[in-house]
């Protein structure tokens, strides 16, 4: 199985500040790699897919990258509505495995 | 609007069986693969199953293979979870999620198993 190491396991960062999340796959997953945002008793809400590509409605401050394996999540100014966890998915293969998540609050 | 609505929620014993269903609307339910997805209390995502569009491909995580079974009713716009051998590491909250990589998320519903 395929798996997704994800760093840091927490941020606390400031507003306006830029934060960056990372996901390390354990082979190729080519662009199989999606992020999400999951706010406090809420369901998880796709940001990236395709590890760079934007989904609906979300915000332009967040971008996906890739080199090789590892891949990251850029916020790229932080706001309060950005709080939560974050996670990525790889659906490269099944199964699909996560990452920890990355659990994001402010400073 | 993507809409899915899951169903099924309640308390069980350990050993016993339950069945979940998601109702999807606002898409097409028919061209898309489904997932289950759960979430133990204060912990992270846990991808447990996939179904093809057309049912043919089925994959399972080890931890719930041969004890959980995915399935669809195309006509009825719904996705099943049929969950046997229930055990306590089963507790979670349970979401399907429309496509072959997840992007519209159900509410979700609570199964705990518990004696």
């Known amino acids: 199985d395929i798996q997704m190491t994800q760093s840091p396991a927490s941020l606390s960062a400031s507003l306006e500040e830029i934060v960056t999340i990372t996901c390390q796959a354990s082979?190729?997953?080519?662009?199989?790699l999606s992020w999400y945002q999951q706010k406090p008793g809420k369901s998880p809400q796709l940001l990236i897919y395709?590890?760079?590509s934007l989904a609906d409605g979300v915000p332009s401050r967040f971008s996906g990258s890739r080199s090789g394996t590892q891949y990251s999540l850029k916020i790229s100014r932080l706001q309060v509505e950005d709080i939560g966890i974050y996670y990525c998915l790889q659906a490269y293969s099944a199964p699909y495995t996560f990452g920890a998540g990355t659990k994001l609050e402010l400073k | 609007e993507v809409q899915l609505v899951e169903s099924g929620e309640g308390l069980v014993q350990p050993g016993s069986s339950m069945k979940l269903s998601c109702v999807a609307s606002g898409f097409t339910f028919s061209n898309y693969g489904m997932n289950w997805i759960r979430q133990a209390p204060k912990k992270g995502l846990e991808w447990i199953a996939l179904?093809?569009?057309?049912?043919?491909?089925?994959y399972y995580a080890d931890s719930v293979k041969g004890r959980f079974t995915i399935s669809r009713d195309n006509s009825k716009n719904t996705l099943y979870l049929e969950m046997n051998s229930l055990r306590s590491e089963d507790t979670a909250m349970y979401y399907c999620?429309?496509?072959?990589?997840?992007?519209?998320w159900g509410q979700g519903v609570m199964v705990t198993v518990s004696s």
């Open positions: 999620a429309k496509s072959t990589v997840p992007d519209y």
């Open positions: 179904i093809y569009y057309d049912s043919s491909s089925k």
């Open positions: 082979q190729d997953i080519g662009n199989w």
């Open positions: 395709g590890a760079t």
